[in-house]
């Protein structure tokens, strides 16, 4: 799914004009050290990438899943099209890379309570962030403000919303939480309690501690930290 993704961003122009495709990189071999997809604050991100002009080749290898998706971002970032000849290029090879994030968090919040974000904007800003290699979705669910987040157990909650339409399902968080995933983006989920909480007053006058249980745990189940 990665490759087919990166495939669609790196190569978006028609190079039907070039007549030579046999001189161009063709393949990119692809190997990683670990089979552990667990994503967590620890994952190790580096990757190595060597690219050779002569004879045209390119190898990424990833210490996890996560670290070849960094190294296919810089590699899409580093082929550029050139629009006076029609061909894809990359300036300055041959290239040998070695890279790992200084920093473990790397991160972006979104504050849906106070501003709904509908489920495709969420899922451009996941994509603008895996361009930047940010690693973590600060996601501020609820707040005074509105409380748009689905409770199967106390499923009048989210009357807290602004609208009826401006609401995420259960199966929406997880789909969020899927696609970050996929992007290597961990979606770290903040409920604030039991201050802020004027719109769970919509239904409840008086938080029982039990609720706030609930709602911790219903985090767990949807797979957000």
């Known amino acids: 799914m990665a490759f087919e993704r990166y495939l669609g961003l790196i190569f978006s122009h028609s190079n039907s004009r070039d007549p030579d495709v046999q001189k161009m990189l063709s393949v990119m ?22 690219i050779s002009a002569f004879p045209p080749s390119a190898h990424l290898q990833g210490a ?7 190294g296919l971002e810089t590699f899409s970032q580093l082929v550029t099209y050139n ?8 300036q300055n090879a041959s290239l040998s890379i070695h890279d790992k994030p200084r920093f473990p968090h790397r991160g972006l919040m979104i504050d849906t309570s106070r501003h709904f974000e509908p489920i495709m904007t969420i899922r451009k800003i996941i994509d603008s962030m895996s361009y930047a290699k940010l690693n973590v979705l600060h996601w501020h669910v609820v707040d005074s ?33 899927e696609y970050a995933r996929q992007r290597g983006i961990r979606v770290l989920a903040e409920f604030d309690m039991p201050g802020h909480a004027a719109s769970w007053c919509v239904v409840c006058t008086v938080l029982p501690s039990a609720l706030v249980t609930t709602m911790q745990i219903e985090s767990s189940v949807v797979g957000i930290s």
């Open 64 to 70: 996890t899943v996560y670290g070849a998706l960094r």
């Open 145 to 177: 403000q509105s409380f748009p987040m689905q409770s199967l157990s106390y499923p009048k909650l989210w009357n807290g919303a602004y609208t009826r339409q401006e609401r995420y399902t259960v199966d929406d968080a997880r789909g969020i939480v």
């Open 29 to 50: 071999t692809v190997t990683i050290d670990s089979e552990d997809e667990s994503l967590q604050l620890e994952t190790d991100e580096s990757y190595r990438l060597e």
């Open 83 to 90: 629009f006076l000849s029609g061909k894809y290029q990359i």
